[in-house]
């Protein structure tokens, strides 16, 4: 098979409620992609249907001229972006077809007494249960095959209702409490993980051991799965919150086995978009764990379906003053989400600038350029050198002088002592932090100079850092004392120089075309064997820190327990000690080493002729590994010294564009307000099969959009596959241009309420509202408990019949007839319930305010009806009472006859209560 770069797409999908129509519509296009790729680079045919086909064809030509490979192997997912990942993930992971999505959110996302508003509970609008068995039966009908899984992680978060303590301490020693909420669980399908184990009793020593992961493939995990992704979609008091207890075993945020604080409580949990939860960091640990077997391109994707802009209409306004209070209620609430958005955001473009990996790279390449050039290799472009067959690059490297980079390594030799103290502020940095992980205390005191030059005074013997610089000379079996940190960037500077080599070799041309030239395939099964080696490194520090995390709760023989109270130096030291960290490391490193000069030198370990060649390339290998990370860490900071971000790329994909088949002048400026899933709050696309019909459908034409920036770099010619590619899937949704158009001249309007005014006077538009009414007053007499009694359900029912509308169901409801019969408490409240629907239906924006001018309307009517009876029997007795006694007559009365209806209401529920009582005693067998 011919060596391509692989693009290896990780998305974040964060979006809210009925904007999962249009999220479902970007994800069957990567999905479609996905496909495309595989299907061309393995010559399997895939199942597409008819619809589909001709964007399938056009994404295998995109992937055909770009010459790469796209695969997705990481997924995080936030509210609706929660679902949508799921279901992308496990059909990944479970090596199927992801499900019809189309059809799924045209009939599920309903709003219709058999499906959304089936039976909500007493707690919620909507039915939360209807929503879980609809996930349960999706992923269940997945079925999958473990032959054609492919390794995939997925990141579910949600927000839970009472936060974990989290305690910090400041400089000068004082304590404070936050509350994190955020929760992240994890699935994964990894056969090839690896663990870093004890292999039997507690003085055999730690070992590397094989830990697949195949949660995709297991249905009890599956069956977490499906809460996970019921949680993080539901949006509060739309759906209930759903008890976390089940996922506890896949929560990594916070984590559970942290012994602090009750971390492993669960609580009530509920859609992850609250918080605007976008999980980048372990998006980024997940990316640096994939196993490699070829060039590599990264691409971090953030789906999002909102412009992130204001609206044009909301630019133009006054400036800001003092306003109603529902609208700085309505900022009050937003505020929040778009801090937290801009924290994750800062927190990416930190790691962006942490890619110390990069600068190690550059100065390796530049020493070895150095003795290819002294040994009279070509080199052009710079660093980027043409694929050179491996039996003369190594005559090369001989013919060059022993030791070039020789100014290289003489500056790190220099610079030694500054890397040294660098090292180990950064080493204190990360202990601590994980050491205040599991005492539940962090720490935001900085690391100052004089600590480590105190520390260093005292000349501690530390397994993790080299005392002298003659380290730098070192050979690869030599005991390793540089630790886990520079073994893994060490090994990573190897993978990327390998993947530059392989970038070099795709434009050489071969003798057979399509398949790979015998240098290509030596490098290529080096990258797995060294990303086989980094991930074992990564292992090794993930126990390493869980030791360090859980210090106060580690067992076995109490020579090898850790003191919680002992320093950080000492800790780590003894850790590496328990674990004979250095030993594996070394052996790490040496295969790492060792592979790679096979793979770029063709030398043979075994061959007993070439030992002093082999030794030599290895020795300058590793000198030159060891001499990039002297001058890139030594003044580099704690965090880019002690963890790791891998090189990627960022991709915003949203619906802010415009498709090149509508009018750009027209219609561009809309932005996200071009999805009907934006308004009446974001529950906008349930409303219509029609409206979420064209949310899914812009949601592939976006997806198209943004995806085809990756491929084709050239404007004109991107613009022109781009119309194909919309006009097909415009065919392949079945819904024409001017379709699109007319719902784009529709949402144009600044104004809503006109869009939802023609929807409200059809008779599905009032069933709807009807019920959502329905459900919104059962909430607010439900008082938050199921418990039912005859006279809490009379008050219930009294309090539907004041302010529900009067209307026809389509199924049969037993509280319609009751609920809903005339009687006093409904004429009362007839003036502010007309008003009510009257206000809402012609703008339902404003529902707040109409709620307000209704409560008006209900004490007016307190008022005047009482003075009304007076007048009346007044009237009709021809009496001569005073205005006082009128008005306290009428107001007695009012309320005797209030209270009659209430009692009526009680005695039917009571008598029917009974005879169910009667009836479930008789059928109960003795």
């Not at 895939?46 to 997924?75: G, M, P, Y």
């Not at 409580?265 to 918080?275: M, N, Q, T």
């Not at 932090?433 to 501690?460: C, M, N, T, Y």
Request: proline share 6%; charged share 30%.
């Amino acid at each position: 098979m011919e060596v391509v770069e692989e693009t290896r797409l990780a998305l974040v999908l964060n979006g809210g409620v009925s904007l999962a129509v249009w999220m479902g519509g970007v994800t069957h296009e990567l999905d479609l992609l996905r496909r495309a790729s595989r299907s061309l680079h393995s010559g399997v045919q895939e199942r597409v249907k008819a619809e589909d086909q001709a964007s399938f064809e056009l994404w295998q030509r995109v992937i055909r001229d770009a010459h790469t490979r796209v695969v997705v192997d990481v997924v995080a997912g936030t509210s609706a972006g929660g679902l949508n990942g799921s279901f992308l993930a496990a059909a990944i992971g479970r090596g199927t077809d992801l499900p019809d999505l189309r059809t799924t959110w045209q009939k599920a996302a309903a709003l219709t007494g058999d499906r959304l508003l089936k039976d909500p509970p007493y707690n919620s609008l909507l039915d939360g249960q209807y929503f879980e068995d609809e996930v349960g039966r999706i992923l269940g009908a997945m079925c999958g095959s473990e032959r054609e899984a492919e390794p995939v992680t997925l990141f579910v978060t949600a927000t839970a209702l009472d936060g974990l303590p989290e305690y910090l301490q400041d400089s000068f020693g004082g304590r404070f409490q936050v509350a994190d909420h955020r929760r992240v669980y994890r699935f994964q399908h990894d056969p090839h993980a690896v663990a870093f184990r004890k292999t039997g009793v507690d003085r055999d020593p730690w070992k590397p051991q094989a830990a697949g992961r195949k949660d995709f493939l297991d249905e009890t995990v599956l069956g977490r799965l499906r809460l996970a992704a019921r949680a993080s979609a539901g949006f509060p008091v739309a759906f209930a919150p759903v008890d976390e207890s089940p996922l506890l075993l896949q929560r990594i945020r916070p984590a559970p086995e942290i012994p602090s604080r009750g971390r492993d409580r669960a609580s009530w949990i509920v859609d992850g978009g609250v918080l605007n939860n976008a999980p980048f960091g372990p998006v980024l640990d997940a990316i640096s764990d994939r196993k490699v077997d070829g060039p590599v391109r990264r691409v971090l994707a953030y789906i999002v379906p909102s412009s992130g802009v204001t609206d044009s209409h909301e630019q133009n306004r006054p400036p800001c003053k003092a306003t109603e209070w529902p609208s700085v209620l309505g900022t009050a609430v937003t505020y929040p989400r778009e801090a937290d958005f801009r924290a994750g955001t800062a927190e990416l473009q930190e790691r962006m600038n942490r890619e110390s990996f990069d600068r190690h790279l550059e100065l390796f390449r530049c020493q070895i350029a150095d003795v290819e050039r002294e040994g009279g290799s070509r080199v052009r472009h710079g660093l980027r050198r043409s694929l050179r067959r491996p039996a003369a690059l190594r005559r090369d490297v001989e013919a060059g002088t022993e030791g070039q980079g020789c100014d290289l390594v003489s500056l790190a030799s220099s610079l030694f002592d500054h890397y040294r103290k660098s090292r180990i502020r950064g080493a204190l940095w990360k202990v601590r932090q994980v050491r205040e992980e599991g005492r539940g205390v962090r720490s935001l005191a900085r690391i100052r100079h004089e600590d480590v030059d105190a520390l260093l005074k005292s000349r501690p013997k530390l397994l993790w850092v080299p005392e002298k610089r003659d380290a730098l000379h070192s050979t690869p079996d030599e005991e390793w004392t540089w630790g886990g940190s520079v073994a893994e960037r060490l090994i990573w500077t190897l993978v990327g120089d390998i993947e530059e080599r392989l970038r070099d070799s795709l434009t050489e041309p071969h003798e057979q075309a399509g398949s790979p030239s015998p240098e290509q395939a030596a490098l290529t099964h080096s990258l797995g064997e060294l990303s086989s080696c980094v991930r074992i490194v990564r292992t090794v520090q993930e126990t390493i820190f869980s030791q360090i995390r859980n210090a106060s709760q580690s067992g076995g023989d109490p020579a090898y327990r850790l003191d919680p109270e002992q320093g950080p130096t000492e800790m780590l030291n003894a850790v590496y000690r328990r674990l004979g960290v250095a030993e594996v490391l070394r052996e790490q490193v040496r295969q790492a080493i060792e592979e790679y000069n096979k793979a770029v030198y063709g030398v043979n370990p075994t061959d007993p002729h070439a030992q002093k060649t082999n030794e030599r390339l290895a020795k300058q290998t590793l000198t030159f590994c060891l001499a990039a990370e002297v001058v890139a860490g030594a003044g580099a900071s704690p965090e880019e010294l002690a963890e790791h971000t891998p090189l990627f790329e960022f991709l915003r994909l949203g619906p802010d564009e415009y498709s090149p088949l509508f009018p750009h002048d027209k219609f561009a400026p809309l932005g996200d307000r071009k999805l009907y899933g934006i308004r009446l709050g974001h529950f906008g696309a349930f409303v219509k099969p029609e409206w979420r019909a064209s949310d899914f459908t812009w949601g592939r034409l976006d997806a198209s959009h943004h995806l085809l920036r990756l491929f084709i770099p050239d404007h004109q010619e991107r613009k022109h596959t781009e119309t194909e590619m919309h006009e097909a899937i415009l065919l392949s949704e079945k819904i024409s241009k001017e379709e699109m158009g007319k719902n784009l001249k529709e949402l144009a309007e600044p104004d809503e309420s006109r869009l939802f005014k023609h929807h409200l006077d059809t008779p599905d538009g009032r069933y709807t509202f009807g019920r959502l009414v329905e459900g919104a007053l059962s909430m607010l007499t439900g008082k938050g408990s199921p418990t039912r009694s005859a006279y809490a359900e009379a008050g219930k029912a009294m309090f539907w019949r004041s302010f529900g509308r009067r209307m026809k169901f389509r199924r049969p409801r037993r509280r319609s007839s009751l609920n809903q019969v005339i009687g006093v408490s409904r004429l009362i409240f007839s003036p502010a319930r007309w008003w009510w629907w009257r206000r809402v239906r012609k703008n339902p924006k404003r529902a707040m305010t109409a709620t307000l001018q209704s409560v008006l309307l209900v004490v007016a009517a307190f008022i005047l009806i009482p003075f009304g009876i007076a007048e009346v029997v007044r009237y009709f007795t021809d009496t001569d009472w005073s205005w006082e006694r009128l008005l306290l007559l009428a107001p007695t009365i009012l309320a005797g006859v209030l209270v009659f209806e209430y009692a009526l209401t009680a005695l039917y529920y009571l008598i029917r209560f009974r005879v169910r009582r009667r009836r479930a005693d008789l059928s109960t067998p003795a």
